[in-house]
């Protein structure tokens, strides 16, 4: 990609404010600063500047920021116009800015320009647009730790440890006459049981990053009337869904989010799932069985009036086996039954408790939390996202299937091209493999100006 054009965007949010920026970076940079400011000013100094229009007359005035290559965001020359935050006079001087010789950034262009100058990685080009994006604290301050490099830094880990391999397994087969007896000796095994472990524990907290991040999509699904909206109403602590005696109340799909030790929880609320000759309705479970099937985890609800224990086995049937299910018991305190967790016959969680008087609820929660697998102990989360998992899970299949070829076939050649395709894996999350059209389809996500 060439980077000679200079790129312009104002970097602040838009309305009015107190201040707004207009970022700068390429190599008409300085040109156009000078121009702009009349004069040339110096690197990393804060400057008090009139911003001039053509005629000289002013557009703005504020302090201007001048950051010489490669020592800048981008790695560019760049500059910071930091004016009046009203839209009017943010236009004014970009047009100006544009007319000057630079061109509108896209989404994400400084960062990617800061990328391809490896002034950073992908993975912490990604958790920029997420300290952006954070919806809580604890999102905030681990994608702070991505973009201060401590997940790349253990994916450069486990790049080494496979080189190590590589070459390990290389040499060995060189030098050895008896090339069984390296396969079964106790150096290997170490480098391969300590690459397993560094997998497994990386996977682990990258985990726990996505679930800070993406947080885990909970479906409120059973027959009509089992208090499935008021489960809704309950979690959220807001009176969202309709409640009402008549089966059938809801029909659209419901959504809102809560946060469970600072993790977001997408709680979706459904239509009861029945037979039913009424068109709404019949859209109503349409749509109620697509959220199912989407879905992370499922709450079956049933009212503990009506359901013996076995009743929700033919509602399972509306959910597909992949999909997580708890039963949810609801109404104890009209049946008087105790609140509390149980197991089924079939291995699945009960819970009862009482919507309507918020009973029980904590036992949910915390079911819950468990079921997402969050340790909020764990302060050294960083934030990774879906497609990291996928590239970590991907490289530690192609590890695993070159050691059952060099440990069971002696298959070196394999073994070899085994590592090298699990080591492509690993690139993928840094950048240093990663196909042109997801890295366009990353940055287009990043807000203008960054
Ligand atoms: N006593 C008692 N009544 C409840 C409880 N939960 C829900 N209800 C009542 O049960 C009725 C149905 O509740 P909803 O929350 O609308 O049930 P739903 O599953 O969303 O029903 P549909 O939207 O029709 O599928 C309402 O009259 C609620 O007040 C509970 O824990 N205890
Ligand atoms: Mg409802």
């Known amino acids: 990609m060439a980077n000679n054009d200079t790129i312009a965007a104002v970097a602040t949010a838009s309305g009015r404010g107190g201040i707004g920026i207009i970022r700068i970076s390429g190599t008409n940079t300085k040109q156009i600063s000078q121009q702009l400011l009349g004069s040339e000013i110096p690197a990393r100094q804060a400057c008090f500047k009139l911003f001039k229009a053509n005629d000289n007359s002013t557009i703005d005035s504020g302090l201007a920021l001048y950051f010489k290559s490669p020592a800048s965001y981008t790695g560019e020359d760049t500059l910071e116009l930091q004016g009046h935050g009203g839209p009017v006079v943010l236009d004014m001087l970009l047009k100006r800015v544009l007319a000057l ?8 262009e400084f960062t990617q320009r800061a990328f391809l100058n490896n002034k950073l990685d992908l993975a912490q080009a990604e958790a920029v647009a997420d300290i952006i994006d954070a919806g809580t604290a604890a999102a905030a301050s681990s994608a702070q ?3 201060q490099g401590a997940f790349s830094e253990r994916i450069n880990d486990l790049q080494r440890q496979l080189t190590h391999l590589r070459l390990y397994v290389e040499s060995a087969i060189d030098f050895s006459d008896e090339d069984i007896d390296f396969l079964a000796g106790e150096e290997l095994q170490k480098i391969i049981s300590n690459l397993q472990q560094a997998f497994k524990t990386i996977t682990e907290t990258a985990k726990q990053g996505s679930l800070l991040r993406d947080g885990m999509t909970v479906v409120l699904a059973g027959k009509p009337n089992a208090g499935k909206s008021s489960l809704l109403n309950a979690l959220s602590q807001r009176d969202t869904a309709i409640v009402t005696a008549v089966a059938g109340t809801t029909r659209d799909v419901l959504k809102e989010q809560i946060q469970l030790d600072g993790m977001p929880v997408h709680i979706i609320d459904t239509a009861g799932l029945r037979e039913t000759s009424d068109i709404i309705e019949q859209e109503g479970v349409k749509r109620a069985k697509h959220a199912i099937s989407q879905a992370d985890q499922v709450l079956l609800v049933m009212d503990d009036q009506e359901s013996s224990a076995d009743d929700y086995l033919s509602l399972l049937n509306d959910i597909p086996a992949s999909v997580p299910v708890t039963i949810v018991f609801n109404k104890v305190d009209i049946t008087g039954t105790q609140v509390g967790e149980t197991t089924s016959k079939d291995g699945r969680t009960i819970i009862r408790l009482s919507a309507k008087h918020k009973d029980g609820l904590n036992l949910l929660t915390q079911h819950l939390k468990e079921r997402m697998g969050f340790n909020s102990e764990e302060k050294n989360v960083f934030l990774a996202r879906r497609r990291h998992l996928d590239a970590l899970t991907r490289s530690h299949a192609f590890l695993n299937d070159g050691i059952v070829q060099l440990l069971h076939y002696q298959a070196g050649e394999m073994f ?11 690139s993928e999350i840094t950048g240093k493999m990663t196909p042109d059209d997801l890295l366009g389809e990353i940055f287009s996500s990043f807000c203008i100006g960054k």
């Open 101 to 108: 010789g630079a061109r509108l950034a896209e989404p994400g």
């Open 145 to 147: 730790r991505s973009l």
């Open 416 to 426: 070899a091209e085994d590592l090298r395709l699990a080591q492509n894996a690993l």
